[in-house]
């Protein structure tokens, strides 16, 4: 054999394996929506069983089920939902298209809100080297060979790698950061390089995205509720989901309560009304395609268990994810579980973690697409996917 025909029989066995371990292209969408600051599980999965709860919360625990005006809201026996979701979270969850997952997380115990965010992100293995530059998102959208989108304004790590992914901050989308002139400015900067062709297509992209958000934002603007936060960027997302993209991600700050967080009302049940709303939205605009969708909720970690001095909470451990879709055995509370008392705690402050993240997003993955066990190993190497037989 001369060296070209090495060469030749070495690209076709590349060719060859990449096609074996590529997924086969599907209609089926993912979203992951990561709540940046840690939000605090307890108050939105209430452990309506648990005596310590009530000890340990002094002034923000939920009251248990119809003790209160503004009370817990029964899922069953041992768990109740803020009240704040009662309108939005609660008929999903009796209608299957929403579980919870308590006692989720990764083994990163640096409570650093940035450590843990890059642990999860990466979706590396426990204890090895982390390779920044591969976030589990982009090994996903490499894999399935699909398009995908960051709606953030910068690309966030989880979509970093080998796969070029577009990003856009929908909240902003109708105020371009570069005007007409200054578009045409960058446009002849790259006319003759290998790059003209990626910044006309950026461009084009952005006002024919554009162009729809500002009609969507119109319509909108007669109803206050879409308007606002999450909800209305909700609705941008799904449409650009449902239309065009098989892998989204966003990202929502203002989730690290250390003070002043409120119990049934306050700040923090107003955030978990907008996170509920815009759930709502992204669901009801999925339309049809909401049978073929899946969305997970995450944070970094959750809260302290007992609530601070300054009727807050601190950095803690364990947190409760959420999974929905159109398509989901939900309706339940999913995984392993402890009862929450003082000897179940984690240094005697937190959730511990028996549902590890990369096992419980590797389950859902695996169910949803279809993967081989070959194939998942390359979104999250080495883990051990946990199926909780949620699709």
Not at 166 to 175: E, F, G, S, W, Y
Not at 186 to 207: I, K, N, P
Not at 213 to 230: D, H, L, P, V, Y
Request: with cysteine; aromatic share 8%; hydrophobic share 40%.
């Amino acid at each position: 054999m001369n060296r070209r025909q090495f060469l030749h029989s070495l690209t076709a066995l590349s060719v060859l394996s990449s096609r074996l371990l590529a997924a086969p292209a599907s209609p089926r969408k993912f979203l992951l929506v990561f709540l940046r600051g840690g939000y605090d599980s307890h108050q939105l999965l209430v452990p309506v069983a648990s005596d310590f709860y009530y000890e340990a919360r002094p002034t923000l625990a939920i009251a248990r089920p119809g003790t209160a005006p503004l009370s817990a809201l029964a899922l069953d026996g041992d768990w109740g939902l803020h009240p704040a979701v009662g309108e939005t979270l609660l008929p999903l969850y009796g209608a299957g298209q929403l579980a919870f997952v308590p006692f989720a997380g990764c083994d990163d115990l640096s409570r650093s809100h940035f450590e843990t965010q890059d642990s999860i992100e990466l979706g590396q293995a426990a204890g090895s080297r982390r390779d920044y530059r591969s976030g589990f998102l982009n090994r996903l959208a490499t894999l399935l060979r699909g398009d995908a989108m960051s709606f953030t304004e910068q690309l966030p790590l989880v979509f970093q790698g080998s796969r070029q992914i577009p990003n856009m901050a929908l909240r902003q989308v109708d105020r371009p950061g570069l005007d007409a002139r200054q578009s045409g400015i960058v446009a002849d900067m790259y006319r003759h390089s290998v790059l003209a062709g990626a910044v006309q297509s950026g461009f084009e992209t952005r006002e024919e995205v554009a162009r729809d958000m500002r009609a969507e934002m119109t319509a909108a603007s007669r109803n206050a509720i879409s308007a606002q936060g999450f909800a209305l960027e909700a609705r941008r997302i799904a449409t650009l989901m449902r239309e065009r993209y098989g892998l989204g991600f966003v990202d929502i700050g203002g989730w690290d309560t250390h003070v002043g967080e409120g119990g049934a009302s306050g700040y923090l049940a107003g955030r978990l009304d907008e996170l509920g709303r815009g759930l709502q939205v992204f669901a009801e605009t999925m339309g049809p395609a909401w049978r073929d969708c899946v969305v997970v909720v995450l944070s970094e970690f959750g809260r302290t268990f007992r609530e601070n001095g300054n009727h807050g909470t601190d950095h803690g451990h364990g947190t409760a994810y959420l999974v929905l879709g159109g398509a989901l055995r939900g309706g339940r509370i999913a995984g392993e579980q402890l009862p929450l008392v003082p000897a179940s705690l984690l240094q005697n402050r937190d959730m511990p973690v028996l549902n590890d993240y990369r096992a419980v997003i590797g389950g859902v993955l695996a169910r949803h697409y279809g993967l081989t066990a070959a194939q998942l190993d390359s979104v999250f190497p080495g883990a051990r996917p946990r199926d909780l037989a949620l699709l």
